[in-house]
């Protein structure tokens, strides 16, 4: 999270491959930070990726997850992501709230 509030991305991603090269597994909250990491530099890209990496290890994303995504949609205007993304968590039964909505609406 201290590389997100930095606008450090590239050091949030470094610390992530780090972190997977000494086989530590990462978790939701960690790829929650990676993802905010990303979002707070407008890589909404980097944190899409991320977000289906989550996915495809077998973790399920939560609010924060997505609130998180869809605000680096909404840092860089890519409104058609964000409005997918609110539509893809409420698929999965994860409930918006405020936050979600106001990042989708700033998209």
């Given amino acids: 999270n201290a590389c997100a509030i930095a606008r ?23 790829y ?6 990303c979002a707070k530099a407008q890589q909404w890209k980097e944190a899409l990726l991320l977000l289906t ?8 994303p939560n609010v924060i997850t997505f609130n998180a995504c869809i605000s680096a949609c909404a840092e860089a205007q890519q409104w058609k992501e964000a409005l997918q993304l609110l539509t893809v968590m409420q698929h999965r039964g994860v409930a918006p709230n405020a936050s ?3 990042a989708t609406v700033d998209a």
């Fill in 8 to 30: 450090q991305w590239k050091e949030a991603l470094r610390l992530w491959t780090e972190m997977q090269d000494k086989a530590l597994v990462p978790d939701v909250v960690t």
């Fill in 32 to 37: 929650t930070a990676s993802i905010r990491a």
């Fill in 53 to 60: 990496e989550m996915q495809e290890q077998g973790l399920a």
């Fill in 100 to 102: 979600t909505l106001r």
